[in-house]
């Protein structure tokens, strides 16, 4: 990735009165590794943020001295951040890894004072030297140095883990009252890929009970052997991820749903009235809570959270009998009867596949799931998109059968979906004869 490409970007600051700025962290790594930089960061010697954003607009991301300046800049969305120290090598000395400690002038010089980029080609996660506690100056950098790791598939250098497990084992303290946006951003990134390998460095760095405290309340909550002989409720999601994994999908809506779609059995457990085992009663909708009080303090976008909260709500779904109206009952409450595809649907399914297969299950009863609920939404679907509408309406209800409005007209339109649903008639002429011939009781 050549360097010029972004060098009219600080071209342009300068010409609006932005005296020195140069390309920092991401960007200059991406470059230095031939990708396409995910994000551009600028640091500047302007004065403050607010004289920053006089001259380049934007708004402000972030609170001192952890803020930045987001704008757009020759159609480049781009982060400006004002210099930490009085040099930009002062700056970069107060960065977290050597990797990331790399800035490009206007001219295109490279300034790499901790030798960068060697540790890029070695793929190594250093710290940058400093004469204090390193994760001191900012303690979400013990999160950030996994999450790298994790995404660009670097070893973390021996001596930076072990400074980075005795901080997280002598300094506790200073790793809570982050505010949990801060670290959502990083478990966010870090949960894009290879979901259960992420979950395990977190487990592995003993972070769980500091980043992820609701994960953390599930270790050692035992489960019914007869349900789940791979053991207590954290396992069973370690090994839920790990088939999430599997599937090879990146598709970060189905990773959340699968970390929290058992977080809410620590709440729920209590004997069974019958059995005299433990069970979690409406342990899904518990969960679908936590999740989304969870996820909103990760400041992430609301259809993430939202679709998160709906799969874990509706993850026992399969568990009940599967007949054409409990089909049809839930294409109405999940999923839109009238799309070509069902998204969320969809990933409901791999949700539970992964669910079965996590607790030693081999998942045949979700695929039959799958199967009848498809066939059902196919007889929905062609039917509705050949009338563009219901068979038959409220209102053409009441006439043919003589009866007021009321809740009664609405079941028998569900009656008339259920129908249709198991393949019994498909046109309108069809279901006036159906309900003439007395086939829904009234």
């Known amino acids: 990735m050549p360097v010029e490409k972004f060098l009219p970007i600080l071209n342009e600051l300068k010409r609006r009165g932005i005296n020195n700025s140069w390309l920092v962290g991401g960007v200059v790594r991406d470059i230095l590794m031939g990708r396409e930089p995910a994000d551009i960061d600028i640091v500047c010697d302007e004065g403050n943020t607010e004289s920053l954003i006089s001259k ?37 000395k107060r960065r977290d890894f050597t990797m990331n400690a790399i800035a490009i002038d206007i001219e295109g010089n490279i300034l790499d004072p901790f030798s ?20 001191e100056a900012d303690p979400v950098r ?13 070893s973390i250098e021996f001596e930076t883990a072990a400074v980075t497990e005795r901080f997280i084992k002598e300094h506790p303290d200073k790793l809570t009252g982050i505010p949990n946006e801060r670290y959502g951003k990083e478990l966010l990134k870090g949960f894009s890929t290879r979901p259960y390998d992420f979950l395990t460095a977190l487990e592995n760095y003993s972070l769980l009970p500091i980043v992820l405290p609701e994960i953390e309340s599930m270790r050692g909550i035992e489960q019914p052997a007869i349900f789940h002989p791979e053991g207590c409720v954290l396992t069973h999601t370690f090994g839920v991820m790990n088939e999430v ?17 058992d977080v809410g059995k620590p709440q729920t457990i209590r004997k069974h009235p019958k059995y005299e085992r433990d069970c979690f009663f409406k342990h899904d909708l518990a969960g679908s809570r936590i999740a989304l009080e969870v996820l ?3 400041a992430i976008p609301h259809y ?23 089909c049809v009952k839930f294409l109405r409450k999940f999923g839109n009867t009238l799309a070509e595809s069902l998204p969320l649907v969809e990933l409901l399914f791999d949700l539970a596949f992964c669910d079965a297969r996590g607790a ?36 053409e209800i009441m006439r043919i059968l003589g009866i007021p409005p009321g809740r009664e007209v609405g079941r028998i339109l569900e ?24 086939m829904v009781q009234i």
């Open 296 to 298: 909103n303090t990760w």
């Open 245 to 261: 994994q599997k599937l090879n999908t990146n598709n970060i809506i189905l990773t959340l749903a699968a970390l929290f779609h």
């Open 415 to 438: 009656e008339i979906d259920v129908a249709v649903g198991a393949g019994k008639f498909s046109t309108k002429n069809e279901a006036e004869e159906w309900l003439k011939n007395g």
């Open 56 to 92: 380049v607009g934007g708004t402000l991301i972030g609170k001192p001295p952890f803020c930045t300046v987001s704008t757009r800049l020759l159609d480049y969305p781009i982060e400006i951040g004002i210099l930490t120290g009085e040099s930009i090598h002062e700056d970069l």
């Open 304 to 326: 993430i959270t939202s679709a998160v909260s709906s799969l874990v709500s509706y993850h026992m779904f399969h568990t009940g009998r599967i007949t054409k109206r409990t």
């Open 142 to 154: 013990v999160v950030r140095a996994l999450r790298f790791a994790h995404i660009l598939k670097f």
């Open 116 to 135: 960068g980029i060697r540790d890029i080609h070695s793929c190594v996660i250093r710290l940058v030297p400093a004469t204090t506690l390193p994760y």
């Open 360 to 395: 030693m299950g081999t998942g045949e009863n979700i695929l039959a799931a799958r199967k009848r609920l498809y066939e059902v939404h196919d007889n929905l679907f062609q039917v509705k998109t050949s009338h563009n509408n219901r068979l038959l309406s409220g209102n």
